[in-house]
């Protein structure tokens, strides 16, 4: 179990710093951030706020022990931004130097999620005789 603990506080830890670091950027609707979304990628400049609040309250609620559905749906969430931030970035043309890191992203968020419902099955009242 402290193996699995310690992968999963790893993976999420990054997972969270992530989500953190650009949910407040658009929050905040930093010259960055709009430069990249509303620029770049094309989206209104309203949008910003709304991601960024949906990011921090997501990776809050990973933090937050308990509410397995609810972290099922950030899961989820993260996914859908994930998946959105990269087809929009090869939709726009980007090179492919330009966006394959962002994979690293999704090997994190499985990570994490992967480590996740080991660690919910390791503690599940079935397993505890």
Same mark, same amino acid.
């Given at each position: 179990?402290?193996?699995?603990?310690?992968? !999963?506080?790893?993976?999420?830890?990054?997972?969270? +710093?992530?989500?953190? &670091?650009?949910?407040?950027?658009?929050?905040?609707?930093?010259? #960055?951030?709009?430069?990249?979304?509303?620029?770049? =990628?094309?989206? %209104?400049? !309203? &949008? =910003?706020? &709304?991601?960024?609040?949906?990011?921090? =309250?997501?990776?809050?609620?990973?933090?937050?022990?308990?509410?397995?559905?609810?972290?099922?749906?950030?899961?989820?969430?993260?996914?859908?931004? =994930?998946?959105?931030?990269? !087809?929009?970035?090869? +939709?726009?043309?980007? #090179? $492919?130097?330009?966006?394959? %890191?962002?994979? &690293?992203? $999704?090997?994190?968020?499985?990570?994490? !999620?992967?480590?996740?419902?080991?660690?919910?099955?390791?503690?599940? #009242?079935?397993?505890?005789?």
């Amino acid at each position: 179990m402290k193996k699995t603990n310690t992968i !999963y506080w790893i993976f999420t830890g990054i997972l969270v +710093a992530l989500m953190l &670091f650009s949910g407040i950027q658009n929050l905040l609707s930093t010259e #960055p951030s709009i430069k990249l979304i509303s620029k770049q =990628l094309g989206y %209104p400049e !309203y &949008f =910003l706020p &709304f991601i960024g609040l949906a990011k921090t =309250l997501g990776a809050i609620a990973i933090l937050i022990p308990g509410y397995p559905r609810i972290k099922e749906w950030v899961y989820a969430g993260f996914t859908y931004d =994930l998946m959105g931030a990269l !087809y929009s970035t090869i +939709a726009v043309g980007e #090179p $492919f130097a330009n966006w394959w %890191p962002m994979l &690293f992203f $999704f090997v994190i968020l499985a990570f994490s !999620y992967i480590y996740y419902h080991k660690r919910l099955k390791a503690v599940s #009242p079935a397993n505890i005789k």
